[in-house]
């Protein structure tokens, strides 16, 4: 029986490439030792998801069969987390974004606000999509898995109103709070800058 997808293997293949290039990444941030939390909660976990992806898209490329459960126990926790994590992750990058924007330095000012930035980060990126993965996905969950035909393993969900609040609205309440909390200090440094550009005395 040949695979379902006409394209095969051209999806498992893409999903290498990507785990590769994420671990690129990871291993440059690691010997230059220069760490933005944000991108490294990024792609640790895109690398496992990409890479997962491609094993299921070999496994089950040709068949729906139920198997290898633990495996898809993983994969289905792994999918949820990181369907929380890459806004998540947006956010804790924009929120870096905005600290140098408003302080004008890389560095943080005192020793308790790089701890509580840490505190900040650390929950965005780890805490809460293992909360919604770990427990939350046990409470909502409608089976244990689904097996779909050419992809393999994923979560199986339930349909209902706290599954659109804690999880659905996950890729929205992130950007949406990047834009109203981060967005603003962004155009005065700009326009302070453009001021200034303004206002040196063209050359003679």
Known sequence: MGAVDPTYPLYPAACLLASILLLLVLLTSFVR?????????????????????????????????VKNYAYCDIVSHLELFCFVLVPMSTLIILRRLYLIASLQSVDLPSTNTRRWDLVVEWTLGLII?????????????????????GSGCTNAVGRSILTEILIASGPIVPPVLSFIRETPPYSRPLKAAQGRSLSLPEPS
């Open 33 to 65: 030792q220069s760490w933005n939390l944000g991108v490294a909660f990024l792609c640790f976990w895109l690398f496992f998801e990409n890479l997962t992806n491609a094993v299921s898209a070999i496994i089950w490329s040709d068949n729906y069969d």
């Open 129 to 149: 999509p293992a909360l919604i993965a770990g427990p939350i996905y046990y409470v909502l969950q409608a089976s244990r898995f689904q097996v779909i035909e």
